[in-house]
């Protein structure tokens, strides 16, 4: 598994733990570091991630709900919500990172951590983002 991918695994665990607790991010990191030793790695990009989504939440969720139809983020799934904010901030933020990479990357997470419909529905939502990112969905 390659570091950015392992990265955005972490970063998923992270800010489901962010939305479930309410820590504070800079705690939930270091709460996170603490426990799992041997990541250093993914590290870097890990917590820019987690960082960004934090950092940008508002435009990110505000961006989510219009592109997603007759769905609100508290009626969303922890997991599928974090995958969402994780996507959201790489399509926006990360212009190193190809919108069909980021795409990918959130769909096989969400059959990896989210319910047997988590693909679909994340897949559904960011194909919006991504054709409207500069313009209303």
């Known amino acids: 598994?390659?570091?950015?991918?392992?990265?955005?695994?972490?970063?998923?665990?992270?800010?489901?733990?962010?939305?479930?607790?309410?820590?504070?991010?800079?705690?939930?990191?270091?709460?996170?570091?603490?426990?799992?030793?041997?990541?250093?790695?993914?590290?870097?990009?890990?917590?820019?991630?987690?960082?960004?989504?934090?950092?940008n939440k508002k435009e990110i969720d505000r961006l989510i709900e219009e592109c997603s139809e007759n769905w609100r983020l508290k009626r969303m799934s922890k997991v599928d919500r974090s995958i969402l904010r994780l996507a959201s901030f790489e399509l926006l933020y990360c212009n190193d990172v190809p919108a069909k990479v980021t795409l990918n990357e959130a769909i096989d997470l969400g059959k990896k951590f989210g319910s047997e419909k988590s693909g679909s529905f994340i897949n559904g939502i960011l194909d919006r983002i991504s054709a409207g990112i500069g313009k209303d969905c």
């Open 1 to 55: 598994m390659g570091n950015r991918r392992k990265s955005r695994e972490l970063a998923l665990q992270i800010l489901y733990q962010i939305d479930v607790s309410r820590d504070n991010v800079r705690d939930a990191l270091d709460l996170f570091w603490q426990n799992f030793k041997g990541l250093e790695m993914a590290m870097e990009f890990t917590e820019k991630l987690v960082e960004g989504v934090s950092n």
